[in-house]
Protein backbone atom coordinates (compact mmCIF):
# COMPACT_ATOMS: atom_id res chain seq x y z
CA UNK A 1 0.00 0.00 0.00
CA UNK A 2 1.14 3.58 -0.87
CA UNK A 3 2.25 5.63 1.99
CA UNK A 4 3.83 8.57 3.18
CA UNK A 5 5.03 9.61 6.88
CA UNK A 6 6.62 12.91 8.42
CA UNK A 7 8.45 12.03 11.35
CA UNK A 8 8.62 15.31 12.99
CA UNK A 9 5.19 17.14 14.25
CA UNK A 10 7.07 20.24 13.84
CA UNK A 11 10.38 22.13 13.02
CA UNK A 12 11.81 25.14 14.21
CA UNK A 13 14.30 27.60 12.31
CA UNK A 14 15.30 30.87 12.51
CA UNK A 15 14.83 33.36 9.50
CA UNK A 16 17.43 33.28 7.30
CA UNK A 17 18.65 29.99 7.91
CA UNK A 18 18.00 27.19 5.62
CA UNK A 19 15.35 24.90 6.68
CA UNK A 20 14.40 20.88 5.93
CA UNK A 21 10.94 19.28 6.52
CA UNK A 22 11.46 15.33 6.07
CA UNK A 23 9.03 13.00 4.30
CA UNK A 24 9.42 9.24 3.68
CA UNK A 25 7.57 7.08 1.42
CA UNK A 26 6.35 3.62 0.98
CA UNK A 27 4.91 2.79 -3.13
CA UNK A 28 4.81 0.46 -5.65
CA UNK A 29 5.20 1.60 -9.17
CA UNK A 30 5.90 5.21 -10.49
CA UNK A 31 6.61 6.97 -6.88
CA UNK A 32 4.80 10.39 -7.72
CA UNK A 33 5.29 12.61 -5.11
CA UNK A 34 3.71 15.76 -3.68
CA UNK A 35 3.94 18.61 -1.26
CA UNK A 36 1.62 21.08 -0.41
CA UNK A 37 1.40 23.87 2.41
CA UNK A 38 -1.64 24.93 4.50
CA UNK A 39 -1.55 28.75 6.11
CA UNK A 40 -4.37 29.36 8.78
CA UNK A 41 -7.86 29.15 8.07
CA UNK A 42 -7.06 28.47 4.58
CA UNK A 43 -6.91 25.32 2.34
CA UNK A 44 -3.95 23.60 0.76
CA UNK A 45 -2.02 25.22 -1.72
CA UNK A 46 0.73 23.16 -4.40
CA UNK A 47 4.32 23.39 -3.98
CA UNK A 48 5.48 21.34 -6.03
CA UNK A 49 5.60 17.61 -7.22
CA UNK A 50 8.14 14.93 -8.40
CA UNK A 51 7.22 12.99 -11.69
CA UNK A 52 10.00 11.50 -13.27
CA UNK A 53 13.48 13.39 -14.63
CA UNK A 54 15.53 14.67 -12.18
CA UNK A 55 15.47 14.33 -8.89
CA UNK A 56 15.72 18.01 -7.54
CA UNK A 57 12.93 19.50 -8.26
CA UNK A 58 11.92 23.43 -7.81
CA UNK A 59 8.50 24.89 -7.11
CA UNK A 60 6.53 27.83 -5.49
CA UNK A 61 7.80 30.20 -3.42
CA UNK A 62 11.72 29.07 -3.76
CA UNK A 63 11.01 25.55 -2.33
CA UNK A 64 12.70 22.60 -3.68
CA UNK A 65 12.59 19.04 -2.81
CA UNK A 66 15.34 16.18 -3.38
CA UNK A 67 14.04 12.71 -4.66
CA UNK A 68 16.26 9.94 -3.22
CA UNK A 69 15.45 6.83 -4.64
CA UNK A 70 17.76 4.93 -2.44
CA UNK A 71 16.45 6.10 0.93
CA UNK A 72 12.76 6.75 -0.28
CA UNK A 73 12.81 9.98 0.87
CA UNK A 74 11.37 13.67 -0.43
CA UNK A 75 12.73 16.00 2.09
CA UNK A 76 11.63 19.56 1.09
CA UNK A 77 13.88 22.27 1.18
CA UNK A 78 14.50 26.21 1.08
CA UNK A 79 18.17 27.58 0.88
CA UNK A 80 16.92 31.30 3.13
CA UNK A 81 13.56 30.77 5.30
CA UNK A 82 11.13 33.44 5.86
CA UNK A 83 8.76 34.02 8.52
CA UNK A 84 6.11 34.05 6.19
CA UNK A 85 6.89 30.36 5.33
CA UNK A 86 5.11 29.62 8.88
CA UNK A 87 2.36 26.89 8.02
CA UNK A 88 1.73 23.27 8.17
CA UNK A 89 3.28 20.99 5.06
CA UNK A 90 2.15 17.81 3.97
CA UNK A 91 3.82 15.41 1.84
CA UNK A 92 1.19 13.29 -0.47
CA UNK A 93 0.98 10.21 -2.52
CA UNK A 94 -1.48 8.97 -5.15
CA UNK A 95 -3.61 5.89 -3.64
CA UNK A 96 -2.98 4.43 -7.18
CA UNK A 97 -0.33 5.98 -8.83
CA UNK A 98 -0.72 3.71 -12.45
CA UNK A 99 -4.55 4.59 -12.71
CA UNK A 100 -6.88 7.51 -13.25
CA UNK A 101 -7.48 8.37 -9.28
CA UNK A 102 -6.35 10.61 -8.20
CA UNK A 103 -6.85 10.10 -4.52
CA UNK A 104 -3.92 11.08 -2.47
CA UNK A 105 -2.77 9.39 0.78
CA UNK A 106 -1.27 12.42 3.00
CA UNK A 107 1.01 12.62 6.12
CA UNK A 108 0.18 13.86 9.15
CA UNK A 109 1.63 17.23 8.82
CA UNK A 110 4.78 19.23 9.88
CA UNK A 111 4.18 22.68 11.43
CA UNK A 112 6.93 24.81 10.43
CA UNK A 113 7.54 27.60 12.67
CA UNK A 114 9.66 30.29 11.14
CA UNK A 115 11.19 33.05 14.30
CA UNK A 116 12.42 36.41 13.47
CA UNK B 1 -8.73 32.56 -12.58
CA UNK B 2 -10.74 32.55 -10.17
CA UNK B 3 -9.82 29.50 -7.71
CA UNK B 4 -12.21 26.85 -6.07
CA UNK B 5 -15.25 28.28 -3.87
CA UNK B 6 -16.77 26.47 -1.17
CA UNK B 7 -19.74 27.95 0.92
CA UNK B 8 -20.48 28.36 3.87
CA UNK B 9 -16.80 29.17 5.38
CA UNK B 10 -18.04 28.18 9.14
CA UNK B 11 -20.83 26.10 10.22
CA UNK B 12 -21.94 24.90 13.98
CA UNK B 13 -24.97 22.77 14.75
CA UNK B 14 -25.78 20.29 16.98
CA UNK B 15 -25.50 16.21 16.54
CA UNK B 16 -28.39 14.51 15.09
CA UNK B 17 -29.14 17.73 12.29
CA UNK B 18 -28.50 17.90 8.71
CA UNK B 19 -26.02 20.33 6.91
CA UNK B 20 -24.82 20.72 3.57
CA UNK B 21 -21.38 22.01 2.18
CA UNK B 22 -21.07 23.77 -1.89
CA UNK B 23 -18.09 23.76 -3.83
CA UNK B 24 -17.62 25.52 -7.14
CA UNK B 25 -14.38 23.71 -8.77
CA UNK B 26 -12.27 25.97 -11.00
CA UNK B 27 -13.56 26.28 -14.85
CA UNK B 28 -13.14 23.59 -17.21
CA UNK B 29 -11.94 21.03 -14.27
CA UNK B 30 -13.49 17.81 -14.98
CA UNK B 31 -12.55 15.76 -11.50
CA UNK B 32 -14.02 17.30 -8.04
CA UNK B 33 -12.94 15.76 -4.55
CA UNK B 34 -14.42 16.28 -1.13
CA UNK B 35 -11.71 15.97 1.51
CA UNK B 36 -12.31 15.56 5.68
CA UNK B 37 -9.58 16.96 7.57
CA UNK B 38 -9.71 16.47 11.29
CA UNK B 39 -8.05 18.79 13.47
CA UNK B 40 -4.09 17.60 13.94
CA UNK B 41 -4.13 14.91 10.91
CA UNK B 42 -3.87 14.99 6.61
CA UNK B 43 -6.89 15.47 4.55
CA UNK B 44 -8.71 11.99 4.12
CA UNK B 45 -10.88 11.30 0.72
CA UNK B 46 -14.58 10.97 1.31
CA UNK B 47 -15.23 11.31 -2.57
CA UNK B 48 -13.80 11.47 -6.40
CA UNK B 49 -16.16 12.60 -9.21
CA UNK B 50 -14.94 12.21 -12.91
CA UNK B 51 -17.62 15.03 -14.66
CA UNK B 52 -20.80 13.74 -12.92
CA UNK B 53 -19.66 10.38 -12.02
CA UNK B 54 -18.34 8.88 -8.99
CA UNK B 55 -15.14 7.69 -8.90
CA UNK B 56 -14.08 6.63 -5.99
CA UNK B 57 -16.26 6.82 -2.36
CA UNK B 58 -14.91 3.92 -0.48
CA UNK B 59 -14.20 6.28 2.53
CA UNK B 60 -17.29 8.39 2.01
CA UNK B 61 -19.86 6.78 5.44
CA UNK B 62 -22.91 6.57 3.20
CA UNK B 63 -25.32 5.76 5.86
CA UNK B 64 -24.90 9.41 6.66
CA UNK B 65 -23.01 11.09 3.87
CA UNK B 66 -24.10 11.94 0.80
CA UNK B 67 -22.40 14.17 -2.38
CA UNK B 68 -23.75 14.78 -5.70
CA UNK B 69 -22.29 16.70 -8.47
CA UNK B 70 -25.31 16.79 -11.10
CA UNK B 71 -24.33 18.87 -13.91
CA UNK B 72 -20.70 18.21 -13.60
CA UNK B 73 -19.61 21.01 -12.14
CA UNK B 74 -20.89 22.54 -8.90
CA UNK B 75 -20.83 19.86 -5.96
CA UNK B 76 -23.18 19.44 -2.57
CA UNK B 77 -21.90 17.36 0.44
CA UNK B 78 -24.34 16.54 2.83
CA UNK B 79 -24.41 14.91 6.31
CA UNK B 80 -27.40 13.46 7.59
CA UNK B 81 -27.62 13.47 10.45
CA UNK B 82 -24.28 14.73 12.02
CA UNK B 83 -22.57 13.09 14.93
CA UNK B 84 -19.57 14.84 17.10
CA UNK B 85 -16.79 12.97 15.66
CA UNK B 86 -17.75 14.55 12.20
CA UNK B 87 -16.30 18.30 13.48
CA UNK B 88 -13.70 18.70 11.18
CA UNK B 89 -12.50 21.35 7.97
CA UNK B 90 -14.08 20.27 4.58
CA UNK B 91 -12.24 20.65 1.76
CA UNK B 92 -13.16 20.61 -1.97
CA UNK B 93 -10.33 20.36 -4.49
CA UNK B 94 -10.70 19.79 -8.25
CA UNK B 95 -7.93 18.98 -10.88
CA UNK B 96 -8.15 19.15 -14.69
CA UNK B 97 -8.28 15.38 -14.79
CA UNK B 98 -8.25 12.63 -12.28
CA UNK B 99 -4.18 11.20 -13.63
CA UNK B 100 -2.69 10.42 -10.43
CA UNK B 101 0.12 12.95 -11.84
CA UNK B 102 -1.96 15.56 -11.45
CA UNK B 103 -1.73 18.86 -8.93
CA UNK B 104 -4.94 19.11 -7.16
CA UNK B 105 -6.54 22.96 -6.10
CA UNK B 106 -7.90 23.59 -2.78
CA UNK B 107 -10.77 25.68 -1.78
CA UNK B 108 -10.51 27.30 1.33
CA UNK B 109 -12.56 24.76 3.50
CA UNK B 110 -15.46 24.63 5.90
CA UNK B 111 -15.02 24.38 9.66
CA UNK B 112 -18.25 22.11 10.91
CA UNK B 113 -18.47 22.02 14.58
CA UNK B 114 -21.00 19.11 15.68
CA UNK B 115 -22.36 20.41 19.30
Known amino acids: AQSVAQPEDQVNVAEGNPLTVKCTYS??????LFWYVQYPNRGLQFLLK??????LVKGSYGFEAEFNKSQTSFHLKKPSALVSDSALYFC??????????????FGQGTTLQVKP | EAGVAQSPRYKIIEKRQSVAFWCNPI?????LYWYQQILGQGPKLLIQ????????DSQLPKDRFSAERLKGVDSTLKIQPAKLEDSAVYLC?????????????FGPGTRLTVT
Open chain 1, 27 to 32: VSGNPY
Open chain 1, 92 to 105: AVPKDSSGNTGKLI
Open chain 2, 27 to 31: SGHAT
Open chain 2, 93 to 105: ASSPSGGAHREQY
Open chain 1, 50 to 55: YITGDN
Open chain 2, 49 to 56: FQNNGVVD
